[in-house]
């Protein structure tokens, strides 16, 4: 049985930005119902939702090879955007904006990679890297959106920088 995945890479992006468009809508949700709730997954998910929906409406795909820099640009605006409304709101740094954050930086080197193969070293064979690019970008658009749902360390990264801290108060505990 043959399987052509072409049409789902060529609509992927509409996934992603509906997966986008459920997580801003379940975060608005949950923002009334939910009391003492912090607004930054609501934040965050609106400006992904409006960041990847206009990147999608305006994003010239006739761009030929310029397509990943303006990707790179797109990306680091976004990144721009959340630090900024963070800061401008006086938001907590939840560990769904570290996670958001992470993967538009893993996304913005993946693109600008890709550019600099592409453009500036002028690769036109293929290697790993250009599979790399379909799967990490797929990869952490789709981490990301799941990051938006769910809301919370769901791969537990933070616990490694927190255990330290842990077992110190545990053991000054020990000593009261």
Known sequence: ???DLTSLGIHFDTIIIWGLLMACLYNLLLKFAVEDRSISPLVVSFIMLLSYGLSYEFVDLNAGMYVYLIWVKYDFLTITALLVSHKLLKLPYTATLKYILAGLTVNTLIFLGIHIDIVLLENKEYWWFWSFYSIGITVVDFFMVVT??????WL???KLFTKKNNKKQINSLKNC
Do not use: A, E, S, V
């Not at 938006?148 to 360390?153: T, V």
């Open 148 to 153: 938006l749902i769910f809301g919370k360390d």
């Open 156 to 158: 537990h990264i933070g």
């Open 1 to 3: 049985m043959y399987f």
